[in-house]
């Protein structure tokens, strides 16, 4: 539905509805690419946590500090959409970036970064920082997730500071292997490991 507009000495011009009267699907889509946010939980979604990871870390580069990075998987994720259906899905990522939003501080920076995987930028914290963060929030998300659904959780952190990486995409891709070397090792635990 658009709406019509005369503009001085141009015609009739058609500009979209406000945003609050477009279909829904609009609005995700809206929300997804200009926002940079995630339909479904709300959060940052993979191209903004990468922008805001490479902000961070050129931030931690330039002043010689650390950047910590978790990332989590929800590993039962496509058998509860299997199972389940979508909207029991849906509830479980919403209640999974709540929680990540809850328990951040007002710097850190939480993403949705793939269908079952999350991600927490964490500046200013080194190694163990991120390991303490991560254990503290996979029991908070452990016990908010299961009252939901039963899912397991798997998480990697990881930190570097200015010496350890050259570039932010480097730490994520080393979070990502740690983080695939704890679903091989069974999954539904922590690895961290310091980026080398």
Avoid at 17 to 29: I, V, Y
Avoid at 50 to 69: M, N, V
Avoid at 189 to 196: A, K
Wanted: charged share 20%.
């Amino acid at each position: 539905m658009d709406v019509n507009i005369q503009q001085p000495g141009r015609g009739i011009a058609s500009m979209p509805p406000p945003l609050a009267q477009q279909d829904p699907e609009t609005t995700s889509r809206y929300r997804e690419s200009i926002l940079g946010l995630d339909p479904i939980t709300g959060i940052a979604n993979r191209r903004l946590f990468e922008y805001q990871g490479e902000k961070a870390f050129s931030l931690a580069q330039r002043h010689h500090d650390d950047l910590g990075l978790v990332v989590f998987r929800l590993e039962d994720l496509e058998t509860i959409a299997v199972n389940g259906g979508m909207p029991k899905a849906k509830l479980l990522l919403q209640t999974f970036a709540a929680q990540l939003s809850d328990n951040a501080r007002s710097h850190d920076t939480a993403g949705r970064l793939s269908r079952s995987r999350f991600g927490m930028l964490l500046p200013g914290a080194r190694e163990f920082g991120a390991h303490k963060f991560a254990v503290r929030l996979l029991n908070v998300l452990r016990e908010a997730v299961e009252a939901e659904q039963r899912c397991a959780i798997s998480a990697a952190a990881t930190a570097t500071n200015s010496r350890g990486c050259n570039a932010f995409h480097e730490l994520h891709e080393h979070a990502a292997q740690r983080l695939d070397e704890a679903l091989s090792a069974g999954g539904s635990r922590l690895v961290s490991s310091f980026c080398q």
